[in-house]
Structures are given as structure tokens and as C-alpha cells.
């Protein structure tokens, strides 16, 4: 780089010394330039994310006096043991994992036809209809969707009503494991479709003409052409769902039944009613190790790409 | 990479300073006000949502010149922390539950009070006056305010008067009970037990001991196939009384008038085992920079017509006697019907929530379960 520095020179008027001789140390040494624009956002990663999470795992070894309930700073790993040996935080935490997998199944079963039907059948009028209707539910309240779910499942409401036309059997459904699965899908729905519609919107089309010229039908095009190039949106809506309902502590209080409690149950009734942070911050690293396990997972069938 | 090392070790650094620093909780010693001197023009108060309602708090405002700034609480957790937050002193009043008040107590949170200053005091039912939550070895800690009683709600329609919770119990009730979300709820489990299993020897649900804080839970597991609803908000369990199929359930009397006003046929019974039951005190911060604009307001919330007022707002039961005529000037019949002339005996028969603590507070000594324990078990009952 051997170019004369009067050359650089702004025109118009000089900026005042410290300034100056700032911005020219900053041209002189690229590297403290690239550090002076780094030190912000990394300091602000480093306080917000990694601290938080230092100061999660942390407090998990700590424990809380049984008579003020203030947290006593020693180290001892009594929560993590009371974790292993009580079965009822292994049940909870299977429970948690178990509806939220159920849930991830569920929407990719239902999001994966229609965003190939938005992407390849319906005219761009109506795709963009569907987009929105999709994406609407978004814009209101979790609170009011899941009370509205509340009406919908009702025994005395609008899905018996309907179901009572048709003369079918009456479902009861309300406060149960079942309510929240229904739920958290239709909750979480719009957050599989948009990543699973990104990448089918990436296959071109004379993928599938080639497909077709080499003698595959749909089925074995769609099984070996279009599923395996979808794959790393739904792996990375598969994340959003999954990592949602793994973290919700609404929905059970709300719609679930007498045996509905998820870790963030377990993890709001510890903080919020005992005060005892340091053993919701060890069951708080559970669900951190299983997304960590998942991600490892979606990461090899390349999510990474369409988060 | 050196420098990347660098922020690590810096953040770090910051990290353990940060988390280094020990909480700081001393209360002072002060001596107890013998008179109340001139207002400080402010008082910052933590308290329930919809226990500052303008309606009161405006004439108190204007006759005393002491500012409201209110700072509502979701639970009694965040009560308690708010009350330490900043070292304490940010707030001076907080109207505290039976289950916050000895927590605040002990951490010395909280000041004794000099109940002589307090006129209306004296116009209680007798069992406000020092109960056990909020009045330890004799010294007030605050002022009873306002109570409410855990109550058996039915279903005329569908259900016999029952006349014990063992209702709650039963299986053949199974998927018609709701219960509240709450894990002071194993005190009503005890208070049963109590009557049920003399050999426990429970004679307060709050001091549970292993043994009979083991029998209390296995009630619990045993009465949570039969729950229909863990409720959390009232008007959870009003809506699952209403149309969600439940009939029997343990409950509160603004649950009742709510049901009652919608046309729902409900009444409620007190059971022979006795009912357990919430009291919120007031309570003045041990750092309080406006103690005299606390007494003023501890006068004036006491007082028979702000009670009556709060009462028929909210759906509780005033703890001044004289309350009751007031409340009836504003509502007809709800004197009765929060059950705010009951003698004496009925109050007492109450038990009051108050935080379970190691301390059993008898000869046992510290070998009872710490609230945390229920807190804990709480979620193992519901599995």
C-alpha cells in the first residue's frame, strides 16, 4: 500500500485536532480501526449473551437459606442431585421434549404440502394471500391466541358446536396434554411454513423437468429431488419450533390439565413463587443442553444456512 | 486472537466483581415513633394491583399532601424482592401477603410499628390485631389490612351441600375439582389431615414436620388424578365453573359473587375441618424515607369507610368491625356476604397463610419444611 496519504485527503473544512489525529492513527493502524469497531458489539455479545449464561450456570451451584430465602453464594452441587434423583423433573423434562418433538412432527406434516402448494400451484395472487393469512396471527396477541383456543375447545364451544352438526362425537379436550399440543401448533405454525417455503422457492424448475426427463414420477421426484433440497429449511424451522415450545410456560397454565407442567413451569414456580433461583437455574440448563444436542444435529443436515 | 482473550478475561473479570458483591440486608435499629410528625410529601409504595385505586387514594392525597407513587407487584416473590431491590429504601410501604410478611420480617425488610399511633386499630376484630404473620414475639410488624377466606365452592344444580373438603378427595368427584395453582395449597391438604388423622398431631398446617408433611403430599398425589384444573387466576376457575364441566373446588368468595352475578348456581360452604385463608398487611420498609406519610396512610386505610371501599372493589373482607355498615351503604348485602360481622371465633378458626419456615416454632425445633421444600413438592403433586 504505497499510496501518498496527502493523496486521501478530505476536501472541505479540516476537522479540529483530537479528532484528526484520531482518525488518522485509525488509517495508520488498520487494525486498531477494525478493533475500535468490533469493541461495541463484541462487549455488548459478550455482557448480554455470554455473561448471562456464565451467570445462569453459575447460580445453579449456589442454593438459597431456608429462612429469608436469600441466596447464599457456596458452592455445592445439591440442585443438580435433587435434579438426578427426583423422578418428578426427569418426567417433566421428557414431557417437555416429548410435546415439543410431537409439535415439530406435526407442523412439518402440515407446513411441508402447503408451502410446496404455495409454491408450486397457487397463482401469485393467491400465494400472497396465503402468505399473509399465514403470517397474520403473528401480529396478535400470544395471550388472545391461546385464549381463543380456549373458546374454540370448549366443551360447550365453537369445535363441538360444529362437530354436534356433523353428528360426530364430542371432543374434550380442553385441559389436557392434548389442548397444549393443539396449541403450541397452530402457535407455532407460521414459524415452519416461512423457512420451509424459502427453500422450496430455491429449487428451480428444471430440476423437476430433469427429474421428469429421466423417467422419475412425482412421487419418486418429490422423495429424491424435492425433500432432500427442502431439508435445511425444515431442519431450521424444525429449530424454531422445537426450541419455542421447549421454552414456554403459558400455554400449560392456560390450556393444560392437572399434569401439564413443562421445565419453564418448573423454572417460573421456582423464581417467581420461591424465590429459589439457584435451582431453577440448574433445571434451566436442561433445556440449554438439549438445544445444544439438537442444533449439533440439525446443524449436519445444514439449517444453519436458512435461519 | 490475543486481544479476543483479552475481552474474555475482561468480561470475566467484570462478571465475578459483579456477582461478588454480597447482598446487602441490615435492617436499623431504630427506636419506635411516638408521634407522627409532619409528612414528607411522598410515599412510595409496592402493593397488589388494584390496592391503589384512585377512588381512595386521591382523598388521601389532598387531605394528607403525601404523593402516591404506586408500584404494582405480580406475586409475593416479587414483593419481596422489590422491597430489597437497590439495597431497600426505594419503597416504603408494602402490602404483603401471609406467605411474604415473615420473609420480609426475618430479612429485616421491614420495621416494627408503634400500633398506638394507629387509631383505628383498636376498632379491629380482635384476630387482626397481632396475627401470627405479621406480629412476631409481640412486636407489629405492619398493619393487617384486608383477608379473604379459601372456601368449598359447589354446584347447586349438580352437587349435595357438602359439608367437608373430604369432597375434595373423593374419587367418585374425579374431573370435577378444581384447586388453586399455589403451593401454599398443601396447608389445606394438612388442615384436612389435621381433623382426619389426629395421630399426625398437625396443629398448625404450616409447621409441617417430615412425617406429616409426607402425608399431606401423598394426599395431594392421591387428589390429583381427580383435578380437573390446577387454577391459577380466579377467573380461571370461574370460566371452568361456568362452562368447563367443574363442580366442586376450593375457592375464594370473589369467585362466588362473580359466579353468582353471572347467573351460575354456586354457593359456598365452610367446612367442618376449618378453612385456611390469605391476609395482606401493610407493611413499612425498615429504610422507609417517608415513615410519616406510612402512618398517615396505615390511619387512613384502616378506617371504616376506605375499607369498606377497598373490600367491595375487590371482593375481600376489611378487618375493621366497623367497616361492615359502610360496605353495605355501597353494596347491599355484602356485608354478610364477605362475611365481615362474623364473631370473633369464626376469624380465629382461620388459618391464616404465613411463609413455612425450618423453624417450627415449638419444641420440635428446626426440622419442619422450609418453603422452598413446598415449592418443590408442589410441583411433584402435579407431576
Known sequence: MAVDATALEPEGPRR????????????????????GQLVPSVLAFLLVYIAALAALLVSGFWRIDEFTSEIVREWGIDNFRTLWDDPTYRTIALRTVGLASAVTATCIVLAFPFALYLVRVASPRLRVILLVATVLPLWVSY?????????????????????????????????????????????WFPFMVLPVYAALERIPGSYLEAS????????????????????????????FTFSLTLGDYIAPGLVGGPSSQLIGNVVFANVGVANNVPFAAAFATVPLAIMAVYLLLMKRVGASENL | MR????????????LVGALAVPAAGVS????LPTA????????????????????????????????????????????VSLMRSGGGGQYDMVSASGDASLRLIYGGDVAETNVKLVKPWKDFHSAFKSPANNTVEGKHYGISLQFGPNLLLYNTAKEKKPTSWAALYDPANKGKITIPDNPIQIADAALYLSRTQPSLKIRDPYELDQKQFDAAIALLKK?????KKYWVLASDQIDVFKNGGSTLGSSWPYQLSTLKAAKVPVAAVNPKEGVTGWLDTWMLSSKANHPNCAYMWWNYVSSPKV??????????????????????????????????????????????????????????????MPYTKWVQAWTQVKG
Open chain 1, 143 to 187: 395471550l388472545v391466541r391461546v385464549y381463543s383456543w380456549r373458546l374454540l375447545l370448549n366443551p360447550e364451544g365453537a369445535i363441538n358446536w360444529a362437530l354436534g352438526g356433523l353428528h360426530l362425537p364430542q371432543q374434550n379436550i380442553l385441559y389436557t396434554n392434548w389442548a397444549m399440543w393443539v396449541v403450541y401448533t397452530y402457535i
Open chain 1, 16 to 35: 479540529n485536532g483530537a479528532l484528526r489525529s484520531l482518525s488518522t492513527l485509525a488509517w495508520r493502524r488498520p487494525w486498531l480501526k477494525g478493533l
Open chain 2, 28 to 31: 436499623k435499629g431504630d427506636a
Open chain 2, 36 to 79: 407522627i410528625g409532619a409528612g414528607e410529601g411522598q410515599l412510595a409504595m409496592v402493593a397488589w394491583e388494584g390496592y391503589l385505586d384512585k377512588s381512595w387514594v386521591k382523598p388521601f392525597e389532598q387531605q394528607t399532601g403525601c404523593k402516591v407513587k404506586a408500584k404494582y407487584a405480580g406475586s409475593s416473590d416479587e414483593m
Open chain 1, 212 to 239: 421428469a426427463d429421466l423417467g422419475a414420477r412425482g412421487r419418486t421426484t418429490l422423495r429424491r429431488v424435492v425433500l432432500p433440497l427442502a431439508m435445511p429449511g425444515i431442519a431450521a424451522g424444525s429449530i
Open chain 2, 223 to 227: 387428589q390429583r388424578p381427580l383435578v
Open chain 2, 307 to 368: 375499607q369498606a371501599q377497598q373490600a367491595t372493589f375487590y371482593g375481600e373482607t376489611p378487618v375493621n368491625k366497623k367497616a361492615c355498615k359502610e360496605m353495605d351503604k355501597i353494596a347491599k348485602g355484602s356485608c354478610k356476604e364477605y362475611s365481615a360481622n362474623a364473631p370473633d371465633s369464626y376469624y380465629r378458626s382461620i388459618k391464616f397463610w404465613k411463609t413455612p419456615l425450618a423453624d417450627c416454632g415449638d419444641s420440635r425445633g428446626k426440622v419442619c
Open chain 2, 3 to 14: 486481544t479476543r482473550n483479552c475481552f474474555i478475561k475482561v468480561a470475566f473479570a467484570l
